[in-house]
T-cell receptor
Framework: GQQVMQIPQYQHVQEGEDFTTYCNSSTTLSNIQWYKQRPGGHPVFLIQLVKSGEVKKQKRLTFQFGEAKKNSSLHITATQTTDVGTYFCAGSKGGKLIFGQGTELSVKP | GAVVSQHPSWVICKSGTSVKIECRSLDFQATTMFWYRQFPKQSLMLMATSNEGSKATYEQGVEKDKFLINHASLTLSTLTVTSAHPEDSSFYIC????????????????FGPGTRLTVT
């Protein structure tokens, strides 16, 4: 079945350092979505990427969708303690979301 | 904005009993809702797709007789864990898709706050 792989599983950074998480699908995706889940909370929608090669920015967050629509990345510039949480990519196919394993980000002040 | 609620937020039950979890879309209608299960430090695993007015679609490996899903209205889906066992203890989350049209259609999933089930 369809799989969405995400790396790394954990990332510990010093506040101010950059952070990147990568997502790769075994099949071509209709679109890819990114979610953030704070400890003890539920996933919150961040963004959706639809077009091949698309790049979107939200303040310090940059999201990219690969040309083949099979991979994606999320890059955070100059992390802050408020960025702490687990970031999930989710591939959309057939109306369903298949989540990656998530990358847990911890930020040391 | 779109809000999804879940009830209860946590429940403790004895082995062998059944537990019902409700998922409601508060300010929008959802003909489809999704049920996920999340174990600690793990990702969300899609269990089933709940369809208003028709049978739910279960993912491979999910027992439909154990996890009963009913989508009674355009704003309510329920998940009943029947004859619960300790291995069913988990965080159950529902979501509902919401289409945001401004700036080009965006198909977002709005998640409920989750229900933490502990089976003793």
């Amino acid at each position: 079945g369809q799989q969405v792989m995400q790396i790394p599983q954990y990332q510990h950074v010093q506040e101010g350092e950059d952070f990147t998480t990568y997502c790769n699908s075994s099949t071509t995706l209709s679109n890819i979505q990114w979610y953030k889940q704070r400890p003890g909370g539920h996933p919150v929608f961040l963004i959706q990427l639809v077009k091949s090669g698309e790049v979107k920015k939200q303040k310090r967050l940059t999201f990219q969708f690969g040309e083949a629509k099979k991979n994606s990345s999320l890059h955070i510039t100059a992390t802050q303690t408020t960025d702490v949480g687990t970031y999930f990519c989710a591939g959309s196919k057939g109306g369903k979301l298949i989540f990656g394993q998530g990358t847990e980000l911890s930020v040391k002040p | 904005g779109a809000v999804v609620s879940q009830h209860p937020s946590w429940v403790i039950c004895k082995s062998g009993t059944s537990v019902k979890i409700e998922c409601r879309s508060l300010d929008f209608q959802a003909t489809t809702m999704f049920w996920y299960r999340q174990f600690p430090k793990q990702s969300l695993m899609l269990m089933a797709t709940s369809n208003e007015g028709s049978k739910a679609t279960y993912e491979q490996g999910v027992e439909k007789d154990k996890f009963l899903i009913n989508h009674a209205s355009l704003t309510l889906s329920t998940l009943t864990v029947t004859s619960a066992h300790p291995e069913d203890s988990s965080f159950y989350i529902c979501s509902a898709p919401f289409v945001r049209l401004a700036g080009g259609p965006t198909y977002e999933q709005y998640f409920g706050p989750g229900t933490r089930l502990t089976v003793t």
